[in-house]
């Protein structure tokens, strides 16, 4: 089946996205199967048909941030509003419309189309947490959307918030050591450092079977995507105990994985541990071979 702009509006309605809604939106859009016409221009145009005039869709237009001291070669990659992301095709789409809105974050930019882009995006720079439009969303009762990618890359932004809010974020090791570079409002080149850090995202679909139990989770498919719908705040309303009893309760299962592992304040294992693990499996593989 080829499926057209009418065929996703129609996906999206059953789904539970609605007139006036504002809504962030991850996406990955190959897995919603063959589409008239370029899969982000008419996935993009149907979510504004649906939200309407009243409503706002919002993507993540993050951009790449370096070790310090920043290599010559990418100390030549400033942060501009034209910036692309690599966040995917969908947050590219959103950029390239006259009417979108994207905040000044170096590294941790959003971009928005609709009624409510002014307050979602407004003072969204180097000053503010990585994540503050998340909290200006839940404040308008804003929803968040997963197109695709619900187990490869699980999970919703509002954890990153909640790190935030319970103060993990910069309770990670890489704080102060990432960086940046940006013009700011006189047109000069300053270096941006990192001081909040939300990391590896792959142990958030932990939180699935929570979500489920409390009846918040809107399932189905977006073509042939298996999506999900869910209202933020209610969403934060389950993380944030979950994540204050355990701080280790969103890290991904992967024993080899240097970021969930050995990069926070409380992660379970040293980067020399980690290095005789991954050294201990290389030898095992390669006997296994033998």
């Not at 999206?12 to 996406?27: A, E, N, P, T, Y």
């Not at 897995?31 to 982000?40: Q, Y």
């Not at 390239?96 to 409510?116: D, L």
């Not at 209202?231 to 389950?238: D, E, P, R, V």
């Amino acid at each position: 089946m080829v499926y057209t702009k009418n065929d996703i509006i129609m996906d999206l309605q059953v789904l539970g996205l609605k007139k006036g809604d504002i809504c962030v939106v991850r996406s990955a859009l190959k897995e919603i199967g063959p589409i008239v016409d370029k899969r982000s221009t008419i996935i993009l145009d149907a979510l504004l048909d649906v939200v309407g005039p009243q409503g706002t869709i919002v993507t993540l237009t993050f951009t790449k941030h370096y070790p310090l001291p920043i290599d010559p070669i990418n100390s030549q990659e400033i942060f501009t509003p034209n910036s692309e992301p690599y966040s995917g095709g969908l947050p590219k789409e959103c950029l390239s419309r006259p009417e979108s809105k994207r905040s000044k974050h170096p590294v941790t930019s959003f971009c928005a189309i609709g009624k409510n882009s002014d307050f979602i995006l407004q003072n969204h720079d180097e000053k503010e947490s990585c994540y503050e439009p998340i909290g200006k969303i839940i404040e308008k009762n804003g929803k968040m959307l997963l197109i695709g990618a619900v187990n490869s890359v699980p999970g919703f932004t509002t954890v990153h918030w909640a790190q935030w809010l319970l103060g993990y974020s910069k309770q990670s090791k890489h704080k102060g050591k990432y960086g940046a570079y940006y013009y700011d409002e006189g047109g000069y080149k300053k270096l941006y450092i990192r001081n909040d850090f939300g990391g590896c995202s792959k142990g958030y679909g932990k939180f699935y079977k929570y979500y489920d139990k409390a009846g918040i989770l809107n399932r189905g498919r977006i073509g042939n995507a298996e999506s999900l719908l869910i209202g933020l705040k209610s969403a934060l309303a389950i993380e944030i105990p979950l994540m204050k009893a355990s701080p280790r309760f969103s890290l991904c299962d992967d024993p080899y994985c240097q970021s969930c592992r050995t990069s926070w304040e409380f992660s379970d294992t040293s980067l020399l541990q980690l290095k005789l693990r991954e050294k201990i499996r290389n030898i095992t593989q390669r006997i296994k071979k033998q």
